[in-house]
């Protein structure tokens, strides 16, 4: 297999000979001769294409999009985009909602246009294209084209409205060269040959879900267009990039020429990467294990030379991997301990302020200088609080105080019915 891929409850695989293969939940014929999602549980191939190569594929929940060559070979030739399967949003770019069962080519990327796409990818109901010029010299032109369900602004039209045809984004700059493009389930992401990155759709293009909107600081809402990420405050752009690739809700980005890797958007089960299970809002950097340095080969002149180095070799390559074994079980160990203290820290704070615990939550003291001034920092949180979280902080100390009155209460009493049982033992003695 050249290539695989997956989406939904489908996945596909290009063979070395460019055949494309499907199994899972795929579009086939139905007894009236319509279209109906059946469940394949070994790979069939799609006859439509012979005697010509699919190069890439996307696929979202019930849709297929193909970029094929003209012949059985693709080197430097034109190709072109093919769709089929449901097509209820337009996410064949079809120009209607009608639902194929056969692949279709999409006609603003046919042979006549001036236009070539490149990349592919799909969301659950859109999709999304990188296409480039045709014989435009030594300048290179790229522009992304996304149709199909807008809902969340997963398009970057600037609006909610769907696209039956492919639309361009028009407010990705026309001087950047765009080198990859994914969609999560609602949103997409397109990283050009500089590092620069832009998102949109769900939850300002970073695809989290809307019970993650941090709307009390006013960062939530769709993004409906184009959202620049930067990978650092002081450096927007990810250097040496390479690739994009998008989860249902979260987005991560390889560069460095592949060194290195960024994620953001929802941290649930660990996807970030990161040692953590919270939402990022910005990129983080991925924990890569601790490389080890490649061994330095020396010039050997006999064979008993070359058995004593390999043999060093072997010692060398086992301590460092014992020493790696250790220091990741010892990170484990501390990631373990970081996450129940900051499971507790989440219950405590959301107990007392009704939200849960947000590394922004941490005093600007103790951030700084890693000290903290309790009684200045709570007499700062007092005046900045508004008085909705006054309120809920007097219920909250009011409660716990009666608590302890009442604790306090009950065992004042258990000691004076003691002390009247003692007594009344002693006057029958």
């Excluded at 990188?130 to 807008?150: I, N, Q």
């Excluded at 990741?328 to 007392?352: D, F, N, V």
Aim: charged share 25%; hydrophobic share 35%.
């Amino acid at each position: 297999m050249c290539s695989v891929k997956a989406g939904g409850m489908m996945s596909l695989a290009i063979d070395n000979r460019g055949t494309l293969w499907m199994w899972g939940n795929i579009p086939q014929e139905s007894k009236e001769g319509g279209l109906s999602i059946v469940s394949s549980f070994i790979p069939t191939p799609v006859w439509d294409f012979h005697g010509r190569a699919v190069v890439k594929v996307a696929c979202g929940n019930e849709h297929v999009v193909a970029l094929v060559s003209a012949t059985e070979s693709h080197e430097d030739e034109d190709l072109m985009c093919y769709s089929w399967g449901n097509n209820s949003h337009g996410q064949l770019g079809l120009g209607d909602r009608q639902s194929r069962l056969h692949p279709e080519v999409v006609k603003i990327f046919d042979e006549e246009t001036p236009w070539t796409t490149y990349e592919v990818a799909c969301g659950a109901f859109h999709t999304a294209l990188l296409a480039r010029k045709k014989k435009t010299g030594d300048t290179l032109e790229s522009m992304c084209w996304t149709f199909g369900l807008s809902e969340n602004g997963q398009l970057g039209h600037g609006t909610t409205q769907s696209a039956l045809f492919p639309t361009p984004v028009k407010e990705l700059p026309q001087n950047a060269y765009l080198i990859s493009v994914d969609c999560g389930l609602f949103h997409t992401s397109v990283v050009s040959s500089t590092g620069d990155v832009w998102s949109w759709g769900m939850e300002k293009g970073l695809g989290l879900c809307p019970d993650a909107n941090r709307s009390e600081t006013g960062s939530g809402g769709d993004a409906l267009s184009p959202f620049p990420i930067s990978c650092k405050p002081n450096q927007p752009i990810f250097p040496g990039p390479v690739k994009v690739v998008c989860g249902a809700a979260h987005t991560v980005v390889v560069a460095q020429k592949g060194h290195e890797a960024w994620s953001w958007g929802r941290g649930r089960s660990g996807v970030l990467g990161n040692g953590k299970e919270m939402d990022s809002y910005t990129p983080t950097i991925v924990l890569w294990p601790p490389a080890t340095e490649d061994l330095k080969e020396e010039e050997l002149k006999s064979s008993d030379e070359q058995d004593k180095v390999a043999e060093k070799k072997t010692e060398v390559i086992t301590e460092t991997d014992e020493k790696l074994t250790s220091a990741l079980t010892e990170l484990k160990l501390l990631q373990s301990k970081l996450s129940i203290m900051e499971k507790y820290a989440s219950i405590l704070h959301g107990s007392i302020f009704g939200k849960p615990f947000d590394e922004q939550d941490i005093p600007v003291s103790m951030r700084n200088s890693g000290s903290l001034d309790i009684a200045k920092e709570w007499d700062n949180m007092l005046e900045a609080a508004d008085n909705r979280k006054l309120v809920r902080m007097e219920m909250f100390y009011r409660d716990m105080l009666a608590g302890v009155k009442d604790k306090l209460m009950k065992r004042k009493i258990k000691e004076i019915i003691k002390e009247c049982l003692q007594s009344s033992e002693v006057n029958n003695n």
